[in-house]
């Protein structure tokens, strides 16, 4: 059986919208709405075939050549949000996780940066930490519109530049404390030594970000091994609108080229502490 013919069902058949960017505002309502209501139907029919759920409808598992695991499920959700990101917004790129990057992307007007599912591993194992990450990133390599729907966790977060950060509609803001307390950071890969500092629970990277929006960790920093753009970018966004500062290592502002990062870490805390926890990286 083919899987991928499980996303027809569900596809959305909208109208095509304007693509003027305002000055004042990233995308229009209906376009927002429009990208809402393809999030959610695309992280609910990953939910309908993840394992931890009541439907748990049948997908395949293969292995990239990278090593890492991509299911049957990552595939159609791919090409449902490829569909109708490219139909409705056709001056715009793609650069996604499931795609070869396309030689003319430089050219757009602006790049859709995709990972289908993120935390693929998690989606397998029946883990509640795996979800669509979408973000929009302008030919400066700014991020100005960002969605990230997390559908076990019931949580929908999303920001546009300079209007703030929200989950399920409520508007996040970063705690700012004045010291770094004990166990206030999400270490992910090493790089800080003192360990009382460091929050004892092993997360993915978009869930150590959760963590972070939600306030449940002070700061974060991650050490780039594996990681690429789409799996931080629209998290930098996030980060930003609710108020925190996200650097790498040297404290430079994260920017986006569709190519391979190369930063050694990312580093994020309300601006408070952010010099205070650049210091403690290695």
Same mark, same amino acid.
């Given at each position: 059986?083919?899987? *991928?013919?499980?996303?027809?069902?569900?596809?959305?058949?909208?109208?095509?919208?304007?693509?003027?960017?305002?000055?004042?505002?990233?995308?229009?309502?209906?376009?927002?709405?429009?990208?809402?209501?393809?999030?959610?139907?695309?992280?609910?029919?990953?939910?309908?075939?993840?394992?931890?759920?009541?439907? *748990? @409808?049948?997908?395949?598992?293969?292995?990239?050549?990278?090593?890492?695991?991509?299911?049957?499920?990552?595939?159609?959700?791919?090409?449902?949000?490829?569909?109708?990101?490219?139909?409705?917004?056709? @001056?715009?790129?793609?650069?996604?996780?499931?795609?070869?990057?396309?030689?003319?992307?430089?050219?757009?007007?602006?790049?859709?940066? &995709?990972?289908?599912?993120?935390? $693929?591993? #998690?989606?397998?194992?029946? #883990?509640?930490?795996?979800?669509?990450?979408?973000?929009?990133?302008?030919?400066?390599?700014?991020?100005?519109?960002?969605?990230?729907?997390?559908?076990?966790?019931?949580?929908?977060?999303?920001?546009?530049?300079?209007?703030?950060?929200?989950?399920?509609?409520?508007?996040?803001?970063? $705690?700012?404390?004045? $010291?770094?307390?004990?166990?206030?950071?999400?270490? *992910? #890969?090493?790089?800080?030594?003192?360990?009382?500092?460091?929050?004892?629970?092993?997360?993915? $990277?978009?869930?150590?970000?959760?963590? &972070?929006?939600?306030?449940?960790?002070?700061?974060?920093?991650? *050490?780039?091994?594996?990681?690429?753009?789409?799996?931080?970018?629209?998290?930098? &966004?996030?980060?930003?609108?609710?108020?925190?500062?996200?650097?790498?290592?040297?404290?430079?502002?994260?920017?986006?080229?569709?190519?391979?990062?190369?930063?050694?870490?990312?580093?994020?805390?309300?601006?408070?502490?952010?010099?205070?926890?650049?210091?403690? &990286?290695?």
């Amino acid at each position: 059986m083919d899987h *991928r013919q499980d996303i027809h069902s569900v596809k959305f058949r909208f109208y095509s919208i304007s693509l003027s960017m305002s000055q004042n505002r990233v995308l229009s309502s209906s376009e927002r709405e429009f990208l809402f209501k393809l999030v959610r139907q695309a992280g609910d029919f990953a939910l309908s075939h993840w394992p931890g759920g009541e439907e *748990r @409808r049948p997908f395949h598992v293969k292995v990239k050549s990278d090593g890492s695991p991509v299911t049957s499920v990552d595939i159609a959700v791919n090409e449902m949000l490829q569909g109708e990101l490219t139909q409705c917004f056709p @001056r715009y790129g793609l650069y996604s996780e499931e795609l070869p990057i396309s030689e003319d992307i430089s050219e757009a007007e602006a790049v859709w940066v &995709l990972d289908p599912i993120d935390g $693929t591993q #998690n989606f397998i194992d029946g #883990n509640r930490e795996f979800g669509v990450l979408l973000g929009l990133v302008v030919p400066s390599g700014e991020v100005v519109f960002a969605i990230a729907y997390f559908p076990a966790l019931e949580m929908f977060f999303w920001a546009a530049k300079g209007e703030g950060a929200f989950c399920n509609e409520k508007r996040l803001k970063i $705690t700012s404390p004045k $010291t770094l307390e004990p166990g206030s950071i999400y270490v *992910r #890969n090493g790089g800080i030594e003192k360990a009382e500092l460091i929050y004892e629970k092993e997360l993915g $990277t978009a869930h150590g970000f959760y963590f &972070l929006l939600t306030g449940e960790v002070d700061a974060l920093t991650i *050490r780039i091994t594996q990681h690429q753009e789409w799996d931080i970018c629209p998290l930098v &966004l996030l980060v930003k609108e609710s108020g925190a500062l996200i650097t790498d290592e040297s404290g430079a502002e994260v920017v986006f080229h569709f190519a391979p990062l190369h930063i050694r870490y990312l580093v994020a805390a309300h601006h408070s502490i952010h010099s205070d926890l650049l210091a403690l &990286l290695e």
